[in-house]
């Protein structure tokens, strides 16, 4: 949606998917990277009780830990070689090969341009990762006040920056319902449970997030429809062809 509204705002299509391609990086990037330090911090203290993992638990924490650092790394080394020039020319070598590779060289080559404008936009990029880093803590104690609201004290806010990377990349990749329904409420019970909290918890507090999320963005909705009739209002119409004369 964000993509397909900056390309019909800007009518720059190949500028709308680079922007979108590299916050998807980023983003993704500062979500696990928060997951990896968070694990990382309670498999060397426990959690903030004080208490220690063990047995399934802690197995569970390591592949956190290792799962969310490995992936961090992986990402981090993708979107260098976004930048890059000398790895673009070699994914350029690579696309050029493949079957239909004849039919989507001006749609590479545009895209590559695109990119091209980040591989020096540190600032951009930096503020980027902050905004990212800023909405993974929000969305974190959203969920701790939502949890502790139903039962106090039933999680800590370091687990919740543990499991909430994991929630998220769980929904994009298993896109089966709009806004990840159904996934997202399944993810909450399962990292609950593995964490040593209770799935039933975490589904309650899975359909409170998403249900409170929803409230919140229909003000939003509102006025982007709103905007998107004025915008159709302004368009000039056509006038009636002039009859010509006999």
């Known amino acids: ?43 060397l203290w426990g959690r903030p009780n004080g208490d220690i993992f063990m047995g399934e638990r802690l ?7 290792l799962g969310s650092t490995g992936a961090s790394l992986l990402l981090l080394l993708l979107l260098a070689a976004l930048l890059s020039r000398r790895m673009k020319q070699t994914a350029e070598w690579f696309l050029s090969r493949l079957p239909f590779a004849k039919r989507t060289p001006p749609i590479r080559q545009k895209l590559a341009q695109a990119v091209n404008a980040y591989r020096h936009a540190y600032s951009a990029l930096l503020v980027s990762a902050l905004i990212s880093f800023i909405i993974v803590v929000l969305t974190s104690v959203n969920i701790w006040l939502i949890t502790n609201g139903i039962a106090p004290g039933g999680i800590g806010l370091a687990e919740v920056l543990a499991i909430n990377p994991i929630i998220v990349f769980i929904s994009l990749f298993v896109p089966f319902l ?25 589904f309650a507090v899975g359909i409170l997030q998403q249900l409170i999320g929803l409230l919140v963005s229909l003000p939003g909705g509102l006025l982007w429809i709103r905007g998107r009739r004025d915008e159709l209002a302004s368009l000039p119409v056509d006038s009636p062809p002039e009859p010509q004369a006999q």
């Open 59 to 65: 197995l569970f924490m390591r592949i956190i830990a």
């Open 1 to 43: 949606m964000r993509g397909y509204a900056l390309a019909m705002d800007t009518r720059r299509r190949a500028d709308a998917a680079a922007s979108i391609l590299i916050d998807r990086f980023l983003g993704l990037l500062v979500f696990l990277a928060s997951a990896a330090v968070a694990s990382v911090v309670m498999l």
């Open 178 to 202: 709009p806004g990840g329904l159904g996934v997202r409420q399944g993810a909450f019970y399962s990292t609950f449970f593995l964490i040593g909290r209770s799935g039933d918890l975490g």
